[in-house]
């Protein structure tokens, strides 16, 4: 059972003010944030790497830590990198939450999902717009979430691709209880096509960090999640 989770991408953020705008996210309803790593490698562009990430984590407490003095948020770290394995134990000591690698990037990807583990994190794969959903059908029983792709990876304030919502039906029929992300040019003009393929975890950058109230466009993407998955009768908070 599965309930609507919104991860603003802090891609879209004004960097020179990043804690602030994470906070004020935070407050306006995020439940998670994502975190966009990219090598200039397994993706054409560089964003940040872990002193940012480490530095994030000092002025946003965790989660799940009740006596956290500061706002809290769940550290969905979405690693557009060549060899994933590589990072895994910096970004579970830098306090990521959850490790998302790229099905394309790594050559063992059930070796690494215990490795996320191991030392930690909740396991996520990712894939691309080229790549067949197929490929997770084995891995997902393992994974806490998977990723389907909605934009090239790569870059911020693309255009959705309404094609890729054939993959998040596929998956939320065969694993009603998974948490499915989508992650590319979602705002509320077309969260309730992905709300109603099932996804449940919606990335939105551009569409929150440059919104004029973040909590409008946060509450009408939960919305509109929870009412499909209810109609489904998959939700649960
Ligand atoms: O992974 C990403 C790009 O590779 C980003 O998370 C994604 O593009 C979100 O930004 P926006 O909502 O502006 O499209
Ligand atoms: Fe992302």
Same mark, same amino acid.
């Not at 309930?3 to 705008?21: K, M, R, W």
């Not at 965790?62 to 060899?83: G, I, Q, T």
């Not at 099905?103 to 994190?121: F, R």
């Given at each position: 059972?599965?309930?609507?989770?919104?991860?603003?991408? %802090?891609?879209?953020?004004?960097? =020179?003010?990043?804690?602030?705008?994470?906070?004020?996210?935070?407050? $306006?309803?995020?439940?998670?944030?994502?975190?966009? %790593?990219?090598?200039?490698? +397994?993706?054409?562009?560089?964003?940040?790497?872990?002193?940012?990430?480490? $530095?994030?984590?000092?002025? %946003?407490?965790?989660?799940?830590?009740?006596?956290?003095?500061?706002?809290?948020?769940? *550290?969905?770290?979405?690693?557009?990198?060549?060899?994933?394995?590589?990072?895994?134990?910096? +970004?579970?000591?830098?306090?990521?939450?959850?490790?998302?690698?790229?099905?394309?990037?790594?050559?063992?990807?059930?070796?690494?999902?215990?490795?996320?583990?191991?030392?930690?994190?909740?396991?996520?794969?990712?894939?691309?717009?080229? &790549?067949?959903?197929?490929?997770?059908?084995?891995?997902?029983?393992?994974?806490?979430? =998977?990723?389907?792709?909605?934009?090239?990876?790569?870059?911020?304030?693309?255009?959705?691709?309404?094609?890729?919502?054939?993959?998040?039906?596929?998956?939320?029929?065969? *694993?009603?209880?998974?948490? %499915?992300?989508?992650?590319?040019?979602?705002?509320?003009?077309?969260?309730?096509?992905?709300?109603? =393929?099932?996804?449940?975890?919606?990335?939105?950058?551009?569409?929150?960090?440059?919104?004029?109230?973040?909590?409008?466009?946060?509450?009408?993407?939960? &919305?509109?999640?929870?009412? =499909?998955?209810? &109609?489904?009768?998959?939700?649960?908070?």
């Amino acid at each position: 059972m599965v309930h609507a989770i919104v991860a603003p991408s %802090i891609l879209a953020s004004d960097f =020179a003010n990043l804690g602030c705008e994470c906070h004020n996210v935070i407050n $306006s309803g995020a439940d998670w944030l994502h975190i966009d %790593i990219m090598d200039g490698h +397994f993706v054409p562009n560089m964003s940040l790497g872990q002193p940012v990430v480490e $530095s994030l984590r000092k002025v %946003i407490g965790k989660y799940n830590d009740p006596d956290a003095k500061l706002p809290r948020a769940f *550290f969905d770290c979405h690693m557009m990198v060549s060899e994933p394995e590589k990072w895994v134990e910096d +970004f579970a000591r830098i306090g990521c939450d959850q490790f998302t690698f790229h099905y394309e990037a790594t050559k063992d990807p059930v070796a690494l999902v215990e490795l996320i583990k191991k030392h930690g994190m909740k396991a996520a794969c990712s894939v691309k717009p080229g &790549t067949p959903v197929d490929v997770l059908y084995d891995l997902a029983p393992s994974l806490d979430m =998977a990723l389907v792709m909605t934009v090239e990876p790569g870059f911020g304030g693309q255009k959705f691709m309404a094609g890729m919502m054939s993959k998040v039906k596929d998956l939320r029929t065969r *694993f009603p209880n998974l948490n %499915i992300q989508v992650d590319g040019g979602l705002g509320k003009q077309n969260v309730e096509l992905a709300a109603e =393929a099932g996804a449940n975890v919606i990335v939105a950058g551009t569409s929150v960090f440059r919104a004029e109230d973040p909590s409008d466009v946060i509450g009408f993407m939960k &919305t509109a999640v929870n009412g =499909a998955l209810e &109609t489904k009768g998959l939700y649960h908070e």
